[in-house]
Nanobody, 126 residues
Framework: LQLVESGGGSVQAGGSLRLACAAFGLTFSSYHMGWFRQAPGEERLFDAA????????YYGDSVKGRFAISRDSAKNTASLQRTSLKPDDTAVYFC????????????????????WGQGTKTTVSS
């Protein structure tokens, strides 16, 4: 089982970047998917989550209105469209998968996730 992130990079403040997370070796439609970030020396923070069906999405307060999570079951891929990026968004971004025992919670708890990708770095310059 593997989660592989892509789409990180460098961008100026106000710009946009889209992250993708390709899932291998799992039944994608059975997993909630989440995105987290971690800046150097800081804890891992929740950004966004999508329920296993895609019917519910959740966002951290700092990204509401700027980030949008989506999933494509045909491609086993979860994406995070990020707009109006700020220097504070500079971090390594991780996708994660949590086996879905049903619709539950808001996806913001990192320990609830079963599998993690290796992360992809985003740098936002002012």
């Amino acid at each position: 089982l593997q989660l592989v992130e892509s789409g990180g990079g460098s961008v100026q403040a106000g710009g946009s970047l889209r992250l993708a997370c390709a899932a291998f070796g799992l039944t994608f439609s059975s997993y909630h998917m989440g995105w987290f970030r971690q800046a150097p020396g800081e804890e891992r923070l929740f950004d966004a989550a999508s329920s296993y069906s895609g019917g519910s999405t959740y966002y951290g307060d700092s990204v509401k209105g700027r980030f949008a999570i989506s999933r494509d079951s045909a491609k086993n891929t979860a994406s995070l469209q990020r707009t109006s990026l700020k220097p504070d968004d500079t971090a390594v971004y991780f996708c994660a998968a949590e086996f879905a025992y049903g619709d539950c919670c808001d996806g913001s708890s990192a320990p609830a996730y079963d599998h993690w990708g290796q992360g992809t770095k985003t740098t936002v310059s002012s």
